[in-house]
């Protein structure tokens, strides 16, 4: 099926992918929660309409390039919430011209954000959605405290320009009971002072299936569920079957009875280690270890004899699937009753 | 100077890396090696344009696309080795197309690779020069003993349509020494087949001002030299003000004291750690550490209050400089007399 595609390459079983929404989407649906998919693992257009297809309210994305990329991709997204500080002159009108286009939030943490955002979308006589991001547990951004978060809401409620929508976080891995606490806290608070709290948006895929344990949250926003990876699987959040990307390489090498080389290395199949040792899976060979990247090299190890013959082909499943779509322009997406055909990765490298 | 870039981005200062450049050429120069540096590290025929104008015979290049890249992108490279076992028809296919338009050269560490080319080569009345991989240590690619150097290249010399052109390898840091008895061996055991070796090949920035260690390499094949970077730095190789590549990042979020959060994550400066602790470092604060990153976020901790404000921009050497220039399709071009320019990266996300 995969004779005629040049490795390393980046493969996509669609039928898997349209399951592991399928799966989730119900699992939301019996529990009253949005979803709202974070678009950065498979960053196509395409496969956005099959998460809006199943359900999903709308996406999330994290730069304004990337949802740039997306809404220019689909005239079926309508709804994005971009879960970042946005800064910076060229941003802000980034921002604006989104806004023009679809139903648009962001998130601030801090004034310094709120006032970039007033400033810009009062010129413009805009409003805009600003949700205020909380650090749960995390310790990435996010404000401190409940209290913080009633004062941030406060502020923004305030501000010409913009529209308070909201709770957000981002929650470290088992940490429902966390973001339970500071929300409920938080919501009290901001509801004190007069200010309602439309929506209280969290994620995290590693946690999905226990997104019911913090039902004060109105939407979760998963992003590797798509695909699935090597570290999804390790945690028990998914088999090696529910995995829809995997890299295809070929055995370059073979210079020692324990050895081989493949043609991907971290160019393909990228550095993330998720906490893991090795750098990804090889599907039917659960004796080997991927030891060793370089750029375009992966080293593979066993104990006894590889078994390998130079030429042979091997399909892996990565630490990290959302960073693996980053490295290639293409994604070869094929399924049941679908021959493997490339698909540009609109929204890949879109970092400002 | 920056002021008009949006972050984060990659910045080159043409300055350091033409001093970079030309530094190790008169070391070269001066010991009587020839230079071929990896273009892995800029992509940009640009500036391969300036490693031949300071002396080098060739560039380096990984994958066959690679080199297509960069030969499509100057008429003034000529020469090209691709350190690679190359395999299938599409690859052989390019390979043959190359051939026509540079002096070209493979490597081969095996037979099925070497049957390959031959095949690819005869069938089109061309001939390619073929050096033979040789492990000096690395235990990446490569026959593992001198003897099977000797062996696989009376075999490249019995191939149709190809020509052996000596011995190649990407050594062990510090292998200087390893490099010159196993080349020596091997060239005296494939000279008693009566077979010339024309040339010997090593490589690898971290050793460059150790070459002479090795002096029966005829050439050298530096990478991150005409860069440098944090892994470089640490070993003592280069000074921070002989880093010709930063990211240009911008602070979004001081959620602590200790703690600030910059819009570049793993998408801009990689996870590559290269044996250091933490993802690069921060010009003019050697007191602050990179102590996480997610695909956007870069997490900037130091021991005492972190003194940064929402909005200030830094500049990081990443810990590598190569696989950084692989995640943008640009780069800006700036030195004492050049306002920063934009410059596409023909050669980034070349893997096959």
New interface residues.
Partial sequence: MFDKI????VLVDIDVARRNIERFQAYADSHGLKVRPHI?THKLPAIAELQLDAGAVGITC??VSEATAMVAGSDRISDVLIT??I??E??LAGLLELSRKVRLAVVA??A??VDGLSAAFTAAAATLNVFVEC?TGA??????SPEAAADLASYIAAAPGLHFAGLMTYPPVGGAAKVQAFMTEAKTLIEAKGIAVPAITTGGSPDLMSAHLAPIATEYRPGTYVYNDRSLVTRGVAAWEDCALTVLA?V?????PD?A?I??G???L????LGLTGHGHVLGRPDISID?L????G?LRTDGDINL???QRIRIVPNHA??VT????GVYVYGKDKAPELWPVPAR?K??
Avoid: F, W
């Avoid at 040049?6 to 390459?9: E, K, M």
């Avoid at 990228?270 to 280690?273: H, K, M, N, P, V």
């Fill in positions: 040049q490795t390393p390459a950065k994290q730069k970042y500080n800064l910076g060229d941003k943490d801090n310094t954000v650090n310790d990435r951004c996010g404000v401190a070929t370059v090498s073979v210079p020692a050895r080389i043609d991907a971290s160019k393909t990228t550095s993330d280690l060793q370089s750029e375009e090299h080293r013959t130079v030429g959302c960073v980053n490295m290639v322009d490298g970092i400002v």
